[in-house]
């Protein structure tokens, strides 16, 4: 499979920005359907965003939207997650995922590889 890897995570202060990278094997942003997931401690991993390889775009709206901008440059396969007002809730292991093809979906199961994940914390 191919290999996602995560970068961009840290400590931040509650109301900081930051931005998380996955870089992707050549092509694979332009092929898959690509998401981002987190999992806080002792919580379920849960839906954040996802980019479809045409571009379309969905979100958790319960947590990421209207503060959370997923993105991608095929050019060099690589997925962003741009999260600005970071709150202590957002605390968590933020994993990349690629599925198949169509539109973004939110279920964890529509995605067959999976990063390592990068450590987000946000302190208040």
């Known amino acids: 499979q191919a290999q996602l890897v995560e970068t961009g995570g840290g400590v931040v202060q509650a109301g900081d920005s930051l931005r998380l990278s996955c870089v992707a094997p050549?092509?694979?942003?332009?092929?898959?359907?690509m998401a981002w997931f987190r999992q806080a401690p002792g919580k379920k991993r849960e839906f954040v965003a996802a980019?479809?390889?045409?571009?379309?775009?969905?979100y958790n709206n319960d947590s990421a939207k209207g503060r959370f901008t997923i993105s991608k440059d095929d050019a060099q396969s690589i997925v962003y997650l741009q999260m600005s007002n970071l709150q202590p809730e957002d605390t968590a292991v933020y994993y990349c995922a690629a599925g198949q093809p169509g539109n973004p979906s939110s279920v964890a199961s529509s995605y067959d590889n999976w990063g390592q994940g990068t450590h987000v914390t946000a302190s208040s």
């Open positions: 050549r092509r694979t942003t332009m092929w898959y359907t």
């Open positions: 980019i479809s390889r045409n571009g379309g775009r969905t």
